[in-house]
């Protein structure tokens, strides 16, 4: 079975004219941008666990909650209304849809080790809320480009789908607008956007 199908993907690469390019072992600085977004989700994860002692189980669904975060990130406006409220995601890559995510947690975690279910629960719920947090303060950071002044960049033009930066989303849910008015300073760059 698995060679069929491994040998059915290699007559469609052939065919299609695909070709595979791999990265040496554990080099990661041959990755590029997917890389870099692999490093600091590990950090951000690092840091959210923190000081944590957690089971097997726990880390594993931990781990999940953050592919998933990671995952849900937009790429690009599913049409040209941002009142759609939805857009392409690695998720649709993947699953074909967005993402459920789990209910938040309510209460923050008790720091013994002799936690009920309940409290590992709330645990496990606090670090994905840090994770979030933290990832998405560094993602959007990221998205603005930052050029020298010696480097001309474009300006921002009415009609442009942006991520909005709101602190009181739930995970994994972006806040997306449109830009309807710019205003322009006196070097003629766009200083405000009316979203």
């Keep these: 079975m698995a060679s069929d199908v491994r040998s ?3 007559t469609y690469g052939v065919h299609h004219q695909v070709e595979f390019v791999f990265i040496p072992p554990r080099s990661p600085h041959f990755g590029g941008l997917w890389e870099a977004a692999v490093k600091s989700a590990k950090h951000l994860f690092l840091r959210a666990v923190g000081n944590a002692l957690l089971k097997e189980d726990e880390v594993q669904t931990i781990l999940v909650e953050v592919e998933a975060v990671l995952n849900s990130r937009p790429l690009i406006a599913d049409s040209s209304n941002p009142n759609d409220g939805e857009a392409i995601t690695p998720a649709h890559f993947l699953v074909g ?3 459920a995510a789990l209910p938040p947690g309510s209460a923050p975690p008790h ?7 309940l409290q590992r629960w709330q645990l496990i ?8 947090r933290d990832w998405t303060r ?3 950071a990221g998205l603005q480009q930052r050029v020298k002044w010696t480097k001309e960049s474009a300006n921002l033009l009415p009609g442009t789908i942006v991520v909005i930066k709101e602190d009181n ?3 994994q849910k972006w ?3 449109r830009v309807t008015e710019v205003t ?3 070097d003629g760059k766009v200083r405000v956007a009316l979203v």
């Design 8 to 10: 059915t993907l290699g």
């Design 111 to 117: 720091p013994d080790d002799d936690l009920t279910h």
């Design 125 to 132: 719920s606090a670090i994905k809320r840090r994770f979030w």
């Design 97 to 99: 849809t967005t993402l």
């Design 169 to 171: 989303l739930p995970p």
């Design 175 to 177: 806040l997306l607008g």
């Design 184 to 186: 322009h300073g006196s």
């Design 138 to 140: 560094d993602y959007i």
